[in-house]
């Protein structure tokens, strides 16, 4: 029996990969599937196959669950499979696999990743997180994403962190090429992503909940 875990908030979606996986291990390999859709270090490190929606940008940041695999494979779900950048530690060899794609392809990818790992003596990639090279953000990057999502202006940020327009601007700049962002909606996306987080540690998420107290104290501040 595999454990399959996707974290697919659409229901409709999930519900086609459920019949997907289904009929892929029943007449491929003769296996049955136990489904879960709980993202948690204890679901991830049961897990043959991790499902896992990824918005522009989220393979920049570091996804602390990940860091529970034990065997099995991460397909990442993203709208554009040809976009996805190199990857830090914990998707370096994940399967990427755009939304659009037909189901044959899937079926061609999924077969040749699985078989993979069904060789002897194979191991997935391990890293460990000091030699993760996932982004960060400075304290005052932190700052300014924080205020952008509770939608305050440019203006606003500027008036309210006494600096000028123009260093609003430019950090936003360095931001969105931080983490290859084309557009204001990429970007808000992705700040959703991480404020929607729950870890213990959402640096992100204290800052927008505590009115950015927690940057105040941090030198650096991380995912």
């Not at 998707?91 to 790992?117: H, Y």
Request: glycine residues 4%; aromatic residues 12%; proline residues 2%.
């Amino acid at each position: 029996m595999l454990n399959i875990v996707i974290q697919e908030s659409d229901l409709f979606f999930r519900q086609g990969l459920q019949c997907f996986f289904t009929d892929f291990f029943l007449f491929e390999f003769n296996q049955g599937i136990h489904f879960n859709f709980e993202f948690t270090h204890d679901t991830v490190r049961m897990a043959d196959i991790i499902v896992l929606p990824l918005c522009p940008g989220e393979v920049f940041t570091c996804i602390p669950e990940l860091q529970s695999r034990t065997r099995g494979i991460v397909i990442g779900l993203v709208d554009d499979a040809f976009r996805t950048p190199a990857s830090p530690s914990c998707f370096q060899d994940i399967l990427f696999i755009a939304r659009r794609t037909s189901l044959m392809q899937v079926r061609e990818a999924l077969n040749i990743t699985w078989q993979k790992t069904q060789l002897t003596g194979f191991s997935g990639d391990k890293n460990a997180c000091s030699g993760c090279q996932h982004k960060t953000l400075s304290m005052q990057q932190m700052r300014i994403m924080v205020n952008l999502y509770k939608g305050l202006s440019v203006t606003q940020i500027a008036d309210k962190l006494k600096v000028s327009c123009k260093t609003i601007f430019t950090h936003k700049y360095m931001v969105m090429q931080k983490f290859d962002l084309r557009s204001d909606y990429e970007l808000m996306i992705l700040l959703n992503k991480l404020a929607e987080r729950n870890t213990h540690q959402n640096i992100f998420r204290d800052c927008f909940l505590n009115n950015s107290r927690t940057c105040d104290v941090a030198e650096e501040m991380i995912f």
